[in-house]
Every structure is written in C-alpha cells, then in structure tokens.
C-alpha cells in the first residue's frame, strides 16, 4: 500500500524558512518521479516543484531560486527547502509520487503558513 506522509509545516515569519519532508511507504523515489504542490482555499492545486528519477528539478517561477526540492533515496524521503518564505506562500503543501501506470498518489498535506 502506497502511502505519502509530510511533516514540516508550521508558522513563520516572512523571511524565515521550513523544511517539509514527504516519507514513503509502498512507492520508492529512485524510480518514480515526484513533486511538491500547494493549494489555498478557493484555488486549484499549484505546482511548486518537481524531482525526476535522474534527478533534474523544476520550478514554477514564484519560488525559483527560494525553494530546493531534493530526496534521499535511501531513506526514501523527499524534501522541500523553503527560504526567504512570502506570506503568499501560504498554502497547504501536498507531497506527490507519479506511478508508473500514470497515477499520481498524494499525501495529506501540511500547513505552511507565513506571516508578514
């Protein structure tokens, strides 16, 4: 059974930084790609980063050179390094895992919230 834990939210100041981590269970980083998505209420989940099976990384442009996605495979967990945190960085943040039969598995997810 594939499960996706995060853990690492929590309030900060603007400025400040977290660190969520996303545990697998059932699914293993070395050969699924995966990624990190945020959703506030009102609006669609966003893609913030992704991690591919070699490695490459991609931003979306709101947090290029603020967030570092990254994993180690033999913990198999992922992270996602956030610095120089914006109060519209506010969000719910989901860990994702895409399966090789094209199905995505989420976590629960964990706040992240930034005050100003």
């Known amino acids: 059974q594939v499960q996706l834990v995060e853990s690492g939210g929590g309030l900060v100041q603007a400025g400040g930084s977290l660190r969520l981590s996303c545990a697998a269970s059932g699914i293993f980083f070395s050969n699924n790609h995966m990624g990190w998505y945020r959703q506030t209420p009102g609006k669609q989940r966003e893609l913030v980063a992704t991690i591919r099976i070699i490695g490459t990384t991609y931003y979306t442009d709101s947090v290029k050179g603020r967030f570092t996605i990254s994993r180690d495979i033999t913990k198999n967990t992922a992270y996602l390094q956030m610095n120089s945190l914006k109060p519209d960085d506010t969000a719910i943040y989901y860990c994702?895992?895409?399966?090789?039969?094209?199905?995505?598995?989420w976590g629960q997810g964990t706040q992240v919230t930034v005050s100003s």
């Open positions: 994702a895992a895409y399966q090789n039969d094209g199905t995505t598995r």
